[in-house]
């Protein structure tokens, strides 16, 4: 069946595996795309699709093939009845390389022209650096002030306004801006598009809400995000991944997402120039482009560290540095299960921080069959000085409730010890695990409270050394892999045990900061805290909580 003669070559490469590609592509095609084809109220606008691709000879580049497609996907798609577009929001996941920022820029254009014919129809490009987002701004720029072909020159200077801060079309009024991750000026009264740049690097939905926060004024708001896959975990990308995984396996009749993603299938494809494609699907129009992938490949074992990023960026699967991270990400995610209740069940107390003036995380470890539950809390200073550097949605957790903000100087060693205090009324701390160093600054406070070296006090503190951290070493290193860890939805303790690395120690092990300000472990670090007295917890009565909590 034909829908359209600007979406049926793409559509037969894939059905027909004229090309390889991934099962995401599949998916697209059969659960998404062809679905809403067939549906009565929708149809495609091949004229508006053909008068926008005209748009080309403007460019010193013919879109490719799965450019032409997705435009198509969205200028083309739209209801019947009010010829509005079907598709508002666009996620486009591609591997470096591919050409993203020239698609972006021409779809920009787009946008602008009376080809479109919208009027003030804005469009937004947000990116979290001033030289990201400009990329494609500058690109738009460029064509209309300095066109390869200079017969055109007339007719862009007639249609099209353009300066080093905004592009206007002027037959449309419409302008094109950039944004940074800076929260300034994203109020917008007439947003029609809102271009979003390497959504991976986004640590918070705050400025994407806020530029969303002014669609629907215009016909045919969209959201087109572009990007490849990043390293920075358990944020807006990751989040958002989710969805789309979930959209492509089976139709919605009320989704109006589409999500192209272009990626690897498994880590062993990123050495097999026949896979590259399903990351990079413009690899076999630029043999520039396959030459340098060749050669990174072929300089691999000769640098090593490149690994990761060339495996996560280029081949669009995202891996970690296998010999440096404290686990894999999936068996990080894996401790996304829902708690039991534990409401009086034995646990051992963690705690641990650099500065009182920084971070400070407590966690509580319970042992339930052979699950290792935990409950965490962390609190951060207003005044650290690393806070500006940090790439993390702190303000969101701290709405979770995950952690909270002191307003002060430093952290006061009360709070932790009231937090103990509460935590007591609920569970049963048999001891808290701290090292020497920081008990000593904690200890007068938690002896209030009934936590103390000696037999006195209600609450037991146990001193963990360095021996006993490098021991516990590989029992942790068992339960991630195990999948025995049970933290809930926690995105902070994904992110704490993210940003820490292994660190060689003659034959044993340790655990080190991936960087030293910006990349917080604390809470993790609690967590090795309470595993090095695993062995008391396994002594106690998990089998059912029979003895009435400790209070204070």
């Given at each position: ?121 804005d469009i937004d490009l947000l990116a979290n650096s001033e030289a990201q987002v400009k990329t494609s701004f500058k690109d738009v720029h460029d064509v209309i002030t300095d066109p390869t072909d200079k017969t055109l020159k007339k007719a862009l200077e007639h249609n099209f306004y353009a300066t080093l801060e905004v592009v206007t079309g002027l037959k449309t009024q419409s302008s094109l801006r950039f944004n940074t991750s800076s929260k300034r000026g994203k109020d917008s009264k007439r947003t029609g598009c809102i271009i979003l740049d390497e959504i991976h690097e986004y640590l918070d939905f ?347």
């Amino acid at each position: 069946m034909t829908y359209s003669r600007f979406l049926d070559p793409y559509i037969e490469d894939i059905r027909s595996r004229r090309i390889n590609h991934c099962k995401d592509q599949e998916q697209l095609i059969d659960n998404v795309l062809i679905p809403v084809l067939e549906r009565e109220d929708v149809y495609v606008d091949d004229e508006k699709i053909e008068e926008g691709l005209k748009l080309q000879r403007y460019f010193d580049y013919d879109l490719l093939e799965w450019e032409v497609f997705l435009f198509a996907v969205i200028v083309g798609i739209r209801y019947k009845e009010r010829r509005t577009i079907y598709f508002t929001d666009i996620r486009i996941i591609l591997g470096r390389g591919s050409g993203k920022n020239g698609f972006i820029s021409f779809l920009a254009f787009y946008f602008l022209s009376p080809a479109h014919g919208i009027r003030y129809y804005d469009i937004d490009l947000l990116a979290n650096s001033e030289a990201q987002v400009k990329t494609s701004f500058k690109d738009v720029h460029d064509v209309i002030t300095d066109p390869t072909d200079k017969t055109l020159k007339k007719a862009l200077e007639h249609n099209f306004y353009a300066t080093l801060e905004v592009v206007t079309g002027l037959k449309t009024q419409s302008s094109l801006r950039f944004n940074t991750s800076s929260k300034r000026g994203k109020d917008s009264k007439r947003t029609g598009c809102i271009i979003l740049d390497e959504i991976h690097e986004y640590l918070d939905f705050t400025n994407i809400n806020t530029l969303k926060s002014g669609l629907g004024k215009r016909r045919d708001g969209r959201c087109i995000t572009i990007s490849t896959f990043g390293h920075i975990r358990g944020a807006v990308f990751d989040r958002q991944m989710e969805q789309n995984e979930d959209i492509l396996k089976a139709y919605n009749p009320k989704n109006r997402v589409f999500p192209f993603i272009c990626r690897i299938e498994s880590e062993d494809e990123w050495n097999k120039p026949e896979c590259w494609i399903k990351a990079i699907p413009s690899i076999n129009d630029f043999d520039s482009l396959r030459e340098q992938i060749e050669k990174e490949v072929v300089e691999m074992p000769y640098t090593p560290e490149y690994r990761s990023e060339f495996i996560t960026k280029r081949m669009n699967f995202p891996i970690g540095n296998a010999e440096t991270e404290v686990a894999s990400w999936n068996d990080i995610m894996a401790t996304n299960r829902p708690l039991p209740d534990l409401e009086g069940w034995p646990c051992i107390g963690g705690l641990d921080y650099a500065k009182t003036n920084d971070f400070v995380a407590a966690v509580l470890l319970f042992l339930v069959g052979e699950e290792l539950c935990v409950i965490q809390h962390t609190w951060v200073c207003t005044e650290s000085r690393d806070l500006p550097g940090i790439k993390a949605p702190l303000k969101e957790w701290a709405e979770r409730g995950d952690l909270e903000f002191v307003e002060a100087p430093e952290i006061p060693p009360e709070y932790i010890a009231e937090w103990f205090a509460e935590q007591a009324q609920h569970y049963t701390i048999i001891c808290l695990s701290i090292d020497n160093f920081r008990f000593s600054l904690m200890r007068s406070m938690l002896s209030d409270v009934g936590i103390g070296v000696g037999e006195d006090y209600s609450v037991p503190v146990k001193l963990t050394r360095k021996s006993d951290v490098i021991k516990v070493f590989p029992v942790v290193n068992s339960a991630f892999v195990r999948h025995r860890f049970v933290w809930g939805d926690l995105p902070i303790m994904w992110w704490f045990t993210n940003n820490t690395k292994v660190v060689p120690e003659g034959i044993n092990f340790n655990y080190g900061k991936i960087e030293p300000h910006a990349r917080k472990t604390d809470g993790f670090m609690a967590l090795v805290h309470a595993m090095t007295q695993l062995d008391i917890l396994e002594n106690a009565n998990t089998a059912a909580p029979v003895f009435e909590p400790i209070v204070f």
